[in-house]
């Protein structure tokens, strides 16, 4: 009965197993940067892939359009697995060895129908919010050593925990990516490129070259970048001070670009802090004071680019330095 339902689960979230493609609701049109970064590496198969970023980031819309990407390919869909780490069904079915095991013996099984170790064509497996599931760094590990065909892509939202992770077992065998809320540049590319693709290659290209200029201290090259950008954006009747302004206030997670009504972005955004504090950080580090410790968080943040002391946070808070530390 237990197989049953981590099969069944397996289906639900894997639609592409009977449509051949990702469901439009979990794909964006629009693709950061970071997407086309990490597509270079599908196929590097001594390599996992582990993208680590806050909540609400994008990472899981960014696993979607890499396996629509590689369905575009012509992969068959049976060998894309996406392992939905916090899925509450597959965590309450109890199992004599760990979640993901069982689910990786169900999958060579009857989706798949061969195993890992004799395996006839490419696999790539997708492991959303992985920390949520017990020992899958030393799974991750013990597959990537036996060399079968299979890339592993993995996320997740608790930094420490896959850090942890990825330094024990997976030393020497895992990419770390952080993926941030939108970059200037992609927040940018969101608003204005939606109508000339064109212009991202454009974007990126520039970009590119005033960074490295910036790096070497060529000055020439920065002047020539700038120029061409100044001149690109009047010939396309582009705002970029005014979208850089409303970067700074309304912040880039890539939801809030959507939500126009400012009281209702605000709201996000407390509860995106809230849940974060709460479900990440005070309940996976044993905080002991919860409550000292989300004024801790809100006077930081209240304070960010000044300098700040130990001593002054803990005056403020009601608690000793060392605690503060």
């Known amino acids: 009965m237990d197989r049953l339902q981590i099969l069944d689960t397996l289906r639900k979230t894997n639609p592409w197993l009977t449509t051949g493609k990702v469901k439009k609701t979990q794909l964006e049109p629009f693709k950061r940067r970071e997407y086309f970064e990490i597509r270079q590496n599908l196929c590097d198969f001594n390599m996992a892939e582990l993208v680590v970023g806050a909540r609400r980031v994008g990472k899981s819309v960014l696993m979607y359009q890499l396996i629509q990407d590689l369905l575009d390919t012509g992969i068959d869909p049976k060998r894309i697995l996406f392992v939905q780490g916090d899925n509450p069904i597959l965590r309450e079915i109890p199992t004599e060895r760990t ?40 799974e991750v590990k013990t597959l990537i050593d036996l060399k079968p065909k299979i890339k592993f892509f993995i996320t997740g939202s608790s930094s420490s925990e896959l850090r942890r992770g990825s330094q024990s077992p997976l030393v020497g065998r895992v990419k770390i990516k952080i993926l941030p809320p939108f970059s200037f ?141």
Request: aromatic residues 14%; glycine residues 2%.
């Open 99 to 138: 979640i993901l095991s069982e689910i990786l013996e169900i999958y060579q099984n009857y989706i798949l129908s061969e195993k890992f170790d004799s395996l006839t064509g490419n696999t790539y497996i997708f492991i959303d919010e992985a920390h949520s599931l017990e020992n899958w760094q030393l």
């Open 185 to 325: 540049l992609d927040y940018f590319r969101f608003f204005y490129t939606k109508t000339n693709n064109n212009w991202s290659d454009f974007l990126f290209d520039n970009s590119r070259q005033f960074k490295q200029a910036f790096i070497q201290n060529d000055l020439d090259t920065i002047i020539k970048c700038a120029k061409k950008l100044t001149n690109f954006c009047k010939r396309n009747n582009l705002q970029p001070k005014t979208c850089f302004d409303r970067y700074l206030t309304t912040g880039s997670f890539p939801y809030v670009l959507t939500i126009k009504n400012p009281e209702e972005r605000s709201r996000y955004l407390g509860d995106l802090l809230s849940m974060t504090v709460s479900r990440d950080i005070i309940t996976k580090a044993k905080i002991r004071d919860p409550q000292a410790f989300e004024r801790l968080i809100v006077n930081i943040c209240l304070n960010v680019s000044s300098r700040i002391s130990y001593k002054t946070l803990g005056d403020k808070i009601g608690i000793d330095e060392r605690s503060i530390i």
